[in-house]
T-cell receptor
Framework: GDSVTQTEGQVALSEEDFLTIHCNYS??????LFWYVQYPGEGPQFLFR?????EKGSSRGFEATYNKEATSFHLQKASVQESDSAVYYC?????????????FGHGTILRVHP | NAGVIQTPRHKVTGKGQEATLWCEPI?????VFWYRQTIVQGLEFLTY????????DSGMPKERFSAQMPNQSHSTLKIQSTQPQDSAVYLC????????????FGPGTRLLVL
């Protein structure tokens, strides 16, 4: 079945550091790819998406580029802030499976120290 | 514009009792999804409605779990004879038309079964 693998565990950075969270996927069809962010006590919040090869999604300084050959959608941000501390989820939606469900990675905890 | 509304936010039940969770999707969205979030399993898809009709319930446990969407403004997830392993955050999401449309999540209902 479909699956998403992302950077495991926690990423600890200082403010203004560069962020990369790796995301790789496995899917039979041509999935749409998503990044969501989750703060304590809240549901996952949509960050951005990309639907085709080489498309770049971006929001709030975060960005990722759909790479079909490498099956990747890595999240990056040039200069993180303490307020970016949260859990980040990469997800895919594979309509080739004739369903609208999202398949999520296990999440990556980002901690940004002042 | 109100987001997805979920009630209650927290629910504590005794083992063997019934729990009913409510979701009100974003107005105008025709697709509703239910997910379950635990530390061990992460975010798991449960079921999906489009235009109130059940489309995919492949993630629903075969026993004790049921979901309905009696009208376009709310969906319910019912768990009969709750067990401690049902303790989780139950998340509802809605999207404009299903398929690969972006899903927007509610804050979740935290269910604790004692």
């Amino acid at each position: 079945g479909d699956s998403v693998t992302q950077t495991e565990g926690q990423v600890a950075l200082s403010e203004e550091d560069f962020l990369t969270i790796h995301c790789n996927y496995s899917a039979s069809g041509y999935p749409a790819l998503f990044w969501y962010v989750q703060y304590p006590g809240e549901g996952p919040q949509f960050l951005f998406r990309a639907s085709r090869d080489k498309e770049k999604g971006s929001s709030r300084g975060f960005e990722a580029t759909y790479n079909k050959e490498a099956t990747s959608f890595h999240l990056q941000k040039a200069s993180v802030q303490e307020s970016d501390s949260a859990v980040y989820y990469c997800a895919l939606n594979n309509t080739g499976a004739n369903t609208g469900k999202l398949t999520f990675g296990h999440g990556t905890i980002l901690r940004v120290h002042p | 514009n109100a987001g997805v509304i979920q009630t209650p936010r927290h629910k504590v039940t005794g083992k063997g009792q019934e729990a009913t969770l409510w979701c009100e999707p974003i107005s105008g969205h025709s697709a509703v999804f239910w997910y379950r979030q635990t530390i061990v399993q992460g975010l798991e898809f449960l079921t999906y409605f489009r235009n109130q009709a059940p489309i995919d319930d492949s993630g629903m446990p075969k026993e004790r779990f049921s979901a309905q969407m009696p009208n376009q403004s709310h969906s319910t997830l019912k768990i009969q004879s709750t067990q401690p392993q049902d303790s989780a955050v139950y998340l509802c999401a809605s999207s404009l038309g299903g398929g690969q449309d972006t899903q927007y999540f509610g804050p979740g209902t935290r269910l604790l079964v004692l």
